[in-house]
């Protein structure tokens, strides 16, 4: 059973950097032709793709993120990590890591982590 579970800061100012880790078990990052999603929820916008690392490091984003967000790894400790810069109120969401299958549109998702809150607010 693959399970997945974010952590982070759950509170920042606007124009700071957000950052997320995602810890697997029950499955190795590496392998399996998987990619490796976060996900965000907001009552505004409903249910958003941030962005994705797939089995073999390649990364993708949303655009409307604008180059504001960055995913890396850490196969050492079966982790997967967001950054996203110069937050604003806007990104106030939960967030959530997920897996897909590889290759667009990475979904659907067969497990998720229970996502965490994260308020951007001065």
């Known amino acids: 059973q693959v399970q997945l579970q974010e952590s982070g800061p759950g509170l920042l100012k606007p124009s700071q950097t957000l950052s997320l880790i995602c810890t697997v078990s029950?499955?190795?990052?590496?392998?399996?032709?998987?990619?490796w999603n976060w996900i965000r929820h907001s009552p505004g916008k409903g249910l958003e793709w941030v962005g994705v690392i797939a089995y073999d490091g390649d990364t993708d984003y949303n655009p409307s993120l604008k180059g504001r967000a960055t995913i890396s790894r850490d196969t050492a400790k079966n982790q997967f990590s967001l950054q996203l810069s110069s937050v604003t109120p806007e990104d106030t969401a939960v967030h959530y890591c997920?897996?897909?299958?590889?290759?667009?549109?990475?979904?659907?998702?067969?497990?998720w982590g229970q996502g965490t809150p994260v308020t951007v607010s001065s």
């Open positions: 029950g499955g190795d990052i590496t392998t399996g032709y998987f990619a």
């Open positions: 997920a897996r897909g299958p590889y290759g667009l549109p990475y979904a659907p998702y067969d497990y």
